[in-house]
Nanobody, 124 residues
């Protein structure tokens, strides 16, 4: 079992940046693939980015490629999502998730553990 806690959300103007962090505790963090998802009001939870257990493989939703960067530090049990050039359509609650396998996944149902979410609001 692993527990996840996100931080770093907030209000930012369009074009700005935010860095989300996900602190993990419990079982060996390096055993898990990590992902970030988001959910806007009235919409389904959607994939943003994911990384394999080693960090060797990353994958991104098309709309965030070149703007967002996922990373992890297994020694510190943390994962981060650096978000640059933010747009109003990026506004959502962002969730960190862990998958009990080494390979990254893009479907939220593939993930076993979830944080509580952090709100990101981008004003125009």
């Amino acid at each position: 079992q692993v527990q996840l806690v996100e931080s770093g959300g907030g209000l930012v103007q369009a074009g700005g940046s935010l860095k989300l962090s996900c602190a993990a505790s419990g079982r060996t963090f390096s055993s898990y693939a990590m992902g970030w998802f988001r959910q806007a009001p009235g919409k389904e939870r959607t994939f943003v980015a994911a990384m394999s257990w080693s960090g060797g493989t990353t994958t991104y939703q098309e709309s965030v490629k070149g703007r967002f960067t996922i990373s992890r530090d297994n020694a510190k049990n943390t994962a981060t999502l650096q978000m640059n050039s933010l747009k109003p359509e990026d506004t959502a609650v962002y969730y960190c998730a862990a998958r009990d396998t080494r390979e990254a996944g893009i479907r939220w149902k593939e993930y076993d553990y979830w944080g509580q979410g952090t709100q990101v609001t981008v004003s125009s």
